[in-house]
């Protein structure tokens, strides 16, 4: 695997990673009922446990603490694709977050409104920010070579030939990000490639600069 982006150096991840769990440590003693001054060691365990379930929160929102951006190398180019051991990783981490909140439901006396409210956002941030598009786009990739391009996105899927292709036409957003790109092929006839419907987005930049330097002939200008 080619490492296009790395994980945080380890001490910057430790720091990071420690105030996000101090913060929601203190922060989370509105879940219980007991007021500050009654605080048991309990309930301070349970505090202990409402933060490391953020620190989990945060392990699969935020890649870069615990995964390296990679690239796969092919005979002649590059396959992107959204890793699956990496995916299963994120999951299994996962899990353990409701397994904190049941747990904390099942043995303290909470304070309902302020527990379903952590609860949710611990709950469903990750599956709404990382976990939901990555098991949706389980099976897709790019594969971009000096003889062919080949790609999956959910239904549509194909490999096609450089020279069945005559031109590439890129598209990008307002921002100038490339985030789908066209194949005119010999017949006229026209497949798009939709980038943003696939789980490549960390890729884009990488995609976008292996076109520009191995498909210039074909690129519309």
């Not at 790395?6 to 001490?11: F, S």
């Not at 303290?108 to 599956?127: D, L, T």
Request: net charge neutral; with cysteine.
């Amino acid at each position: 695997m080619k490492v296009i982006r790395h994980t945080y150096p380890k001490e910057i991840s430790i720091g990071l990673l420690l105030l996000i769990f101090g913060v929601s440590f203190f922060l989370s003693s509105q879940i219980f009922r007991a007021q500050v001054h009654e605080l048991e060691l309990k309930t301070f365990i349970g505090m202990l446990l409402v933060g490391a379930a953020v620190v989990i929160m945060a392990l699969v929102l935020w890649e870069e603490f615990l995964f390296p951006l990679r690239i796969k190398p092919v005979e002649g180019g590059f396959n992107f694709r959204n890793h699956r051991n990496k995916l299963r990783k994120q999951l299994l981490i996962y899990l353990a977050i409701p397994a904190i909140f049941v747990f904390i439901y099942l043995e303290y006396e909470i304070n309902a409104v302020r527990y379903f409210i952590w609860a949710g956002v611990c709950i469903v941030f990750p599956i709404v920010g990382k976990l939901f598009s990555g098991i949706k786009n389980y099976n897709d990739f790019l594969t971009l070579t000096t003889t062919f391009i080949e790609y999956r996105n959910n239904e549509k899927r194909g490999k096609i030939g450089l020279n069945d292709i005559q031109r590439i036409n890129l598209v990008k957003d307002e921002g100038g990000i490339l985030h789908k790109f066209g194949l005119v092929l010999s017949d006229n006839s026209e497949v798009m490639i939709d980038l943003d419907e696939m789980e490549v987005e960390a890729f884009y930049e990488s995609i976008d600069s292996y076109i520009n330097e191995n498909y210039k002939g074909l690129l519309k200008r």
